[in-house]
């Protein structure tokens, strides 16, 4: 049985998708618009916006955004409102990665990712569910990681943040599946994307953005809470999580090399 209500039809379907300029927004974006739906693309880069959205016409709007800021997350949805009427899905997927390890972390990197990967969120949260609560209908889509399942080298700063969204996304589900809003939580393995190109170490089973776009697609429409992939990766390390820390750590510093 799904817990969430299927998203399959996207035809004329408003959409608005924050981290669409490049990696798994953008390429989830093309995929939606190839599919009939109408997009708001928002990111901080408004010339990699426009270049997604000219194509597309009428269908597509870029409307830039610096997730940090309170006011304008506010402000440009408002703007897709009083352009369409109301949003049905929308998909917050801007984030920011640096790797860290315990003897180089920095207060102010610490705080950058906090406020684009947690607060950045929160930003667009709040309208959003306003919107959708008045509306009676609509869902969101929060993208996590699989770096937030569990500790994981050099992800020091990140993958809390990442854990964090995963708690959210589980406590949003509570309150608002009983009022048919859908919620669905995206946690990716490695994705070939300007963030993950800042990796040094090995990374196991990289898919491509477009890959990644597919699978959400794949799950939303299939109504899953949670859409993890890819599987042949993403299940081993849910494993990971029911094994004792002595070998949890033991694996993963052997699967790391780190």
Not at 40 to 67: F, K, M, N, Q
Not at 138 to 162: D, E, N, R
Request: proline share 5%.
């Amino acid at each position: 049985m799904s817990l969430n209500p299927p998203l399959r039809d996207w035809n004329g379907k408003r959409v608005w998708i924050v981290g669409a300029s490049s990696g798994i927004g953008a390429a989830v974006a093309r995929a939606l618009l190839e599919q009939g739906a109408r997009v708001a693309l928002s990111a901080r880069s408004a010339p990699e916006l426009e270049r997604i959205a000219v194509p597309h016409g009428d269908a597509a709007i870029a409307l830039p955004l610096d997730v940090t800021d309170v006011a304008a997350a506010a402000a440009v949805l408002e703007r897709i409102v009083a352009a369409w009427g109301g949003v049905d899905f929308v998909l917050l997927c801007a984030g920011t990665h640096q790797p860290v390890r315990a003897w180089n972390l920095d207060a102010a990197v610490a705080h950058r990712l906090v406020d684009v990967n947690i607060n950045g969120v929160f930003n667009c949260l709040v309208p959003v569910l306003r919107q959708l609560q008045q509306q009676r209908k609509g869902a969101v889509g929060i993208v996590s990681s699989v770096a937030g399942y569990g500790g994981l080298p050099t992800a020091l700063v990140y993958g809390a943040t990442k854990a964090a969204l995963i708690n959210l996304a589980e406590t949003l589900y509570l309150d608002l599946a009983p009022r048919g809003i859908g919620v669905f939580l995206i946690n990716p393995g490695f994705v070939k994307t300007p963030l993950t190109d800042r990796n040094t170490f090995r990374m196991p089973a990289l898919i491509s953005a477009e890959e990644a776009a597919q699978a959400i697609l794949a799950g939303l429409g299939r109504g899953e809470f949670e859409i993890h992939f890819p599987r042949r990766f993403t299940l081993w390390l849910k494993l990971l999580q029911l094994l004792p820390y002595r070998i949890y750590f033991a694996l993963v510093r052997r699967g790391t090399g780190l």
